[in-house]
């Protein structure tokens, strides 16, 4: 039996239904479809079941990332035909998908933190990538949504200005 994609479905050669089945998170005893979740095979294991919702969990965090990076290779590698793409999304609105695309765009994945939110990596993407770094470490470090909009709100971002003793360049802030 061969599977071919057909649209945005799988069909499967040799049979006369579409399957529904998400095999990137299916997995041993649980399986993943548009509708829910089926669990095969006898009783689970609590440290099987946690382990599959830590895994859920991560992949729902990083769908904004999944998301934007691929609107992001589509719109460069094929233009306009990325609008297809945004239809494939028709449950998420367009701004939505449109912000995923510009945060992805806008701080690549070498820069981002799995530690920190996506909506924090948000807030701070409109800022040069020196900026962008001084915030993500801070956040690392526990700074709040909160007080991260309360300081950019009041003009705190880092500077960079050669050293004149060492002639590295340092981070400091205003008024430093």
């Known amino acids: 039996m061969h599977?071919?994609?057909?649209?945005?479905?799988?069909?499967s050669m040799g049979c006369a239904s579409l399957s529904n089945?998400?095999?990137?998170?299916?997995?041993?005893?649980?399986e993943a479809s548009p509708i829910g979740l089926s669990v095969h095979r006898?009783?689970?294991e609590p440290w099987e079941w946690l382990a599959y919702c830590s895994g859920v969990r991560t992949v729902g965090a990083a769908l904004p990332w999944i998301v934007g990076d691929l609107l992001n290779y589509g719109e460069a590698a094929y233009g306009e035909a990325v609008s297809q793409a945004y239809d494939l999304w028709e449950d998420y609105a367009q701004g939505t998908l449109s912000n995923w695309q510009y945060v992805?765009?806008?701080?690549p994945k070498v820069r981002r933190r799995?530690?920190?939110?996506?909506?924090?990596?948000?807030?701070?993407?409109?800022l040069e990538p020196d900026a962008?770094?001084?915030?993500?470490?801070?956040?690392?470090?526990?700074?709040?949504?909160?007080e991260?909009?309360?300081e950019l709100s009041n003009g705190e971002?880092?500077?960079r200005h050669p050293c004149p003793s060492c002639g590295r360049v340092h981070k400091v802030m205003r008024g430093s």
């Open 3 to 11: 599977t071919v994609f057909v649209g945005v479905r799988l069909w």
């Open 42 to 44: 006898g009783k689970i």
């Open 148 to 150: 991260l909009r309360l």
């Open 114 to 126: 799995e530690t920190v939110g996506w909506s924090l990596h948000y807030e701070v993407a409109k």
């Open 104 to 107: 992805a765009g806008r701080i």
């Open 157 to 159: 971002a880092p500077e």
């Open 132 to 146: 962008q770094d001084y915030w993500l470490d801070k956040m690392e470090n526990g700074m709040t949504r909160a």
């Open 21 to 30: 089945i998400i095999p990137a998170i299916s997995t041993g005893k649980f």
